[in-house]
């Protein structure tokens, strides 16, 4: 029996999901290996009761969120978190570091927050173990095939771990902290193909902090070239709420 899969959507733009409208190339070939027996973004149904692989986008923002990723969690034998919002926080997460908790006391009080059923906006990972991941803001479709794949074949996830400014190298580009400004590429988790420094723009960090960064290393380097620690850890904090980054 092929493996009954659900795509779950918390909060997000669904930047993700219409990722995966994006990967026709190879769409059929992916139904043809899977039971797509959910899709929130592409079905009006209800999400069944049991399933064996569940991919999740977004970030919890409410109770409702949080009750959901514990089932989910119960019930797949496999869960892949999606996207930046549920792999570190994301975009959905930047309201922590605004102060939310003040936020919802001034709008709503202490009580319509509770009645709201609102809580501070939590990556998936840091809600419930998942099994493999895609970061990204939006996913990569070849990276998301791949892990897919791998999820569906039993292999482990193979995420990469390094930052990003080898990758950056092997494709010749000249390094922004020579040009006077910052990048967040030695610090953020490899994997897109150094895209957007590519196309000229420095890294914002969307793929989250790489487990193997040399954070006081790279707090060098900030410095180095003229932007302190503070200034460093708020162009992290735009994809990095969830976790606590101490360069
Ligand atoms: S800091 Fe940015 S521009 Fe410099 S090498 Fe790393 S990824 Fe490339
Ligand atoms: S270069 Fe940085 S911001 Fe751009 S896609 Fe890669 S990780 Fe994300």
Redesign the pocket.
């Known amino acids: 029996m092929a493996p009954r899969v659900v795509v779950i959507g918390l909060a997000s733009d669904f930047g993700c999901q219409v990722q995966m409208t994006n990967i026709e190339d190879h769409l059929l070939e992916v139904l043809g290996l899977i039971d797509l027996t959910y899709w929130q973004l592409a079905s009006s149904g209800h999400m069944p009761d049991e399933y064996d692989v569940a991919i999740v986008e977004g970030a919890a923002t409410t109770q409702e969120h949080l009750d959901l990723l514990r089932r989910v969690r119960e019930t797949a034998g496999v869960v892949i978190a999606i996207g930046s919002c549920a792999v570190t926080g994301g975009i959905s997460a930047i309201a922590n570091a605004a102060g939310i908790e003040e936020g919802f006391a001034l709008v709503y009080g202490e009580r319509g927050r509770v009645a709201l059923g609102r809580v501070a906006p939590a990556s998936v990972v840091s809600v419930i173990d998942v099994d493999y991941i895609v970061p990204g803001c939006p996913i990569d479709t070849d990276e998301f095939l791949h892990v897919l794949s791998r999820a569906l074949h039993g292999l482990r996830d193979k995420t990469p771990r390094q930052p990003?400014?080898f990758a950056?190298?092997t494709r010749e580009?000249?390094?922004?902290?020579e040009k006077g400004q910052l990048?967040?590429?030695?610090v953020t988790r490899s994997g897109c193909h150094?895209r957007c420094?590519t196309l000229g723009r420095?890294?914002t960090g969307c793929r989250g902090i790489a487990p193997e960064a040399n954070l006081p290393a790279a707090r060098i380097v900030f410095e180095d070239h003229g932007f302190d620690a503070e200034r460093a850890l708020s162009y992290i904090s735009l994809y990095n709420t969830n976790e606590e980054v101490v360069l």
């Open positions: 990003m400014c950056c190298k580009n000249v390094c922004f902290f990048c967040l590429g030695v150094a420094v420095p890294c």
